[in-house]
């Protein structure tokens, strides 16, 4: 249910426990699709403000401006866990095959229902 503005980006605060320190144990790998790349720029962002400085780097963007080296180093670290979760656009999901997504989020909806379906087919 959301209760904050959609620009605020703050009912994704969830995926990040209150009180998160250095030496916590990591949160479920996640994947948030987003309709544009500045949505998903300015989500990554907003979780950031919600880590630790050294831990920023663990969520990261995913899209089609990104180099292929950016997107095939990103994929292996979170394949690895290096990178704990991926705010992104429909780029990201189209085969990928990563079996310990726990949780995939779409940010306003607005795509089709066979968009979702393929987004939604990321996780476990």
């Known amino acids: 249910k959301i209760k904050y503005a959609l620009s605020s980006y703050s009912d994704l ?19 948030i699709f987003f309709d544009n790349i500045p949505g998903s720029i300015n989500a990554a962002c907003s979780l950031h403000r919600h880590l630790p400085q050294e831990l920023r780097d663990k969520i990261k963007c995913f899209n089609a401006d990104m180099s292929t080296t950016y997107k095939e180093v ?4 979170l394949v690895s866990g ?3 979760g ?5 780029s990201f999901g189209m085969g990928m095959d990563i079996v310990d997504i726990f949780l995939v989020i ?10 979702l379906w393929q987004q939604f087919g990321c996780a476990v």
């Open 13 to 31: 605060v969830f995926l990040i426990p209150v009180g998160f320190k250095v030496g916590d144990p990591p949160p479920p790998k996640f994947l």
């Open 74 to 77: 990103e994929l292996k670290n």
């Open 82 to 84: 290096e990178t704990w």
């Open 86 to 90: 991926l705010c992104t656009t429909a």
């Open 106 to 115: 779409q940010w306003r909806a607005t795509c089709e229902i066979a968009t």
